[in-house]
């Protein structure tokens, strides 16, 4: 297979490869009876593993499908994001698990750099790519200039950039540009963006993006503050986190998701590969301190907005359903819940 480095180990029906990206994979053969119970197995989680051989028993050699096992158990069909021994048990007994939600559900993408290639010219690839994922809307989100960000925007930019999505969206059917920008949250929670620019912009995401080694009181203060005293409609990537580069910064996700619900703002589910952050465990717990959620690709380049998908792969660990997504709602009620 062309994505494999080299082969490490093999046996009968097994082989482990190294693959170029880095990781490791395990590649199992079983005949066709038994592949339901091994997908079930080898993709489920250890910790949901024991749970179910604990209290049902072991599970059948032979099966058509992964829906057949749970059901000949007596429970619903646990989806693999959620198999991780976290209350799916119960929820698949009392029916109660969620309805999670799926890419096919997904109208927009609302974190999107245009700016890095510059001008219209990759505006209107964005959109076309956009049109071509069958969305209703995508927010261009450039970011605002900062000693952090020297290549963003200045208020002009943004006014002219503003006019530029104005033109486009005149000549384009069926997909709406929004105008939006990200801005960084300064060290004492300040966002360097006047409040009318704010309220002209359809869309204002404010990020941490410097001073990340803060104590958790005081970066918690930081970002409360920057949901309290600016006019912002999201949260960005929120706990700052580079997979395999930079840790989540310390900061307490309920008192930030508790602020963020009673000031209308959406935490940020944000879908690039590196960071997938909110990660699948914040999102579940914001979601029950009653938060709603927003998602991107944070592309910098057209092709990056299929990053969405993995955005929803995290989103669905999460326990997420459609109507915690903001971007499952048509541009019309998105809009509304925007201007708030
Ligand atoms: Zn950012
Ligand atoms: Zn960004």
């Not at 482990?16 to 990781?23: F, N, S």
């Not at 009876?33 to 049902?56: C, K, Q």
Request: proline share 5%.
């Amino acid at each position: 297979m062309p994505s494999v480095a080299r082969v490490v180990g093999r046996s009968f029906s097994t082989a482990k490869v190294l693959l170029k990206e880095g990781p490791e994979a395990v590649l199992r053969l079983a005949p066709d009876d038994e592949f339901a119970p091994a997908l079930r197995y080898w993709t489920g989680s250890r910790a949901h593993n024991i749970r179910l051989y604990r209290e049902y028993g072991p599970p059948p050699e032979r099966a058509e499908s992964e829906s057949e096992i749970y059901r000949d158990l007596g429970l619903n069909f646990i989806p693999p994001e959620l198999r991780e021994d976290q209350g799916e048990f119960e929820a698949a007994r009392g029916g109660t698990l969620p309805s999670l939600v799926e890419m096919k559900d997904i109208r927009g993408d609302l974190h999107i750099h245009g700016l890095t290639v510059g001008g219209a010219d990759l505006l209107e690839e964005y959109a076309a790519t956009a049109m071509r994922m069958g969305y209703e809307y995508i927010a261009i989100t450039d970011h605002l200039r900062s000693p952090f960000t020297p290549y963003g925007l200045d208020e002009a930019g943004i006014r002219s950039r503003m006019r530029e999505i104005e033109h486009l969206n005149r000549r384009l059917e069926g997909l709406t540009l929004l105008s939006g920008i990200e801005a960084n949250i300064n060290k004492d929670g300040s966002i360097d963006l006047p409040a009318s620019m704010s309220r002209d912009l359809d869309l204002v995401i404010a990020s941490v993006h410097s001073d990340f080694s803060m104590a958790r009181d005081e970066m918690t203060l930081r970002i409360v503050r920057a949901v309290e005293e600016n006019e912002i409609h999201v949260l960005g990537h929120p706990t700052g986190r580079i997979i395999g580069k930079r840790a989540m910064v310390h900061l307490d996700l309920m008192r930030i998701a508790d602020v963020s619900r009673e000031r209308n703002v959406l935490l940020e589910l944000n879908a690039h590969p590196a960071r997938l952050d909110l990660n699948g465990e914040g999102c579940r717990r914001a979601k029950a301190a009653g938060t709603l959620f927003a998602l991107g690709s944070d592309a910098h380049r057209p092709e990056a907005m299929g990053n969405l998908l993995h955005g929803v792969a995290q989103v669905r660990r999460g326990w997420l359903e459609k109507r915690d997504l903001v971007v499952t709602m048509p541009l019309s009620l998105l809009l509304a819940r925007l201007n708030r």
